[in-house]
């Protein structure tokens, strides 16, 4: 089964292409600016490579954030967009939150699991889950003490790209596993759609906004 998932939703555009859980081509390129520039010559880049057209797709995985809200709104178009050109191709979105909880092996499971995502401002966009990768919370922006308020006294995994700010501090919680990231690995978006896919579960892919966009007005 031939998954093309891909992310502009946070500090990368990347790509990925895979065949039932083999890697075919990635892309990866770390960039704060500039990922809807630069998603769809990757997309099209890899399936020139690989002599496939968009029609021998069997899914398409997207993130749907949190992120910056110009990311989120790149992937989710892009998203629409070949879901619209391309009605027999399967489409799915999943959430940063689920993807990096899925970067975490069994072992590295603690019985709270905190995924903690860059927001780029004093805050951070945090979910936490339990051992069998139950959520515990919904997806909230909370500021630092908040966050420790939630996971005190408990033995704790962080994962994330907001994770080394968040340990800038000292925490003082119990920690069984850190996993810090620069951006969503692309692996494990491609293998949470490909498990939405198995289980036909499939999302259709929506904006995870936790908060409004930065904006103003022009003086």
Same mark, same amino acid.
């Given at each position: 089964?031939?998954?093309?998932?891909?992310?502009? *939703?946070?500090?990368?555009?990347?790509? !990925?292409?895979? &065949?039932?859980?083999?890697? @075919?081509?990635?892309?990866? $390129?770390?960039?704060?600016?500039? $990922?809807?520039?630069?998603?769809?010559?990757?997309?099209? &880049?890899?399936?020139?490579?690989?002599? +496939?057209?968009?029609?021998? !797709?069997?899914? @398409?995985?997207?993130? *749907?954030?949190?992120?910056?809200?110009?990311?989120?709104?790149?992937?989710? *178009?892009?998203?629409?967009? +070949?879901?619209?050109?391309?009605?027999?191709?399967?489409?799915?979105?999943?959430?940063?939150?689920?993807?990096? !909880? /899925?970067?975490?092996?069994?072992?590295?499971?603690?019985?709270?699991?905190?995924? @903690?995502?860059?927001?780029?401002?004093?805050?951070?966009?945090?979910?936490?889950?339990?051992?069998?990768?139950?959520?515990?919370?919904?997806? $909230?922006?909370?500021?630092?003490?908040?966050?420790?308020?939630? +996971?005190?006294?408990?033995?704790? *995994?962080?994962?994330?790209?907001?994770?080394?700010?968040?340990?800038?501090?000292?925490?003082?919680?119990?920690?069984?596993?850190?996993?810090?990231?620069?951006?969503?690995? @692309?692996?494990?978006?491609?293998?949470?759609?490909?498990?939405?896919?198995?289980?036909?579960?499939?999302? /259709?892919?929506?904006?995870?906004?936790?908060?409004?966009?930065?904006?103003?007005?022009?003086?």
């Amino acid at each position: 089964m031939l998954n093309l998932a891909f992310d502009t *939703t946070a500090g990368s555009c990347s790509v !990925l292409l895979e &065949n039932n859980g083999t890697v @075919i081509e990635k892309y990866v $390129q770390k960039m704060d600016f500039g $990922q809807a520039e630069a998603l769809f010559p990757a997309i099209n &880049n890899i399936l020139k490579n690989n002599n +496939l057209k968009p029609n021998n !797709l069997d899914l @398409i995985t997207v993130c *749907t954030g949190p992120g910056s809200f110009t990311g989120v709104r790149s992937s989710l *178009t892009a998203a629409r967009t +070949l879901g619209f050109a391309l009605p027999n191709v399967a489409l799915t979105g999943v959430s940063a939150f689920e993807a990096y !909880l /899925y970067d975490l092996s069994d072992d590295e499971l603690a019985f709270y699991n905190a995924v @903690i995502i860059e927001t780029k401002r004093e805050d951070f966009y945090f979910q936490y889950f339990d051992a069998n990768r139950n959520k515990l919370s919904d997806p $909230q922006a909370l500021d630092y003490d908040a966050i420790i308020d939630r +996971l005190r006294h408990k033995k704790v *995994t962080l994962v994330g790209d907001g994770v080394e700010r968040f340990l800038n501090h000292p925490s003082g919680l119990s920690l069984h596993v850190i996993h810090m990231h620069d951006f969503l690995p @692309i692996e494990t978006l491609a293998f949470c759609g490909n498990k939405k896919f198995r289980l036909k579960k499939l999302d /259709y892919p929506k904006p995870l906004y936790l908060r409004a966009p930065d904006v103003c007005l022009k003086k």
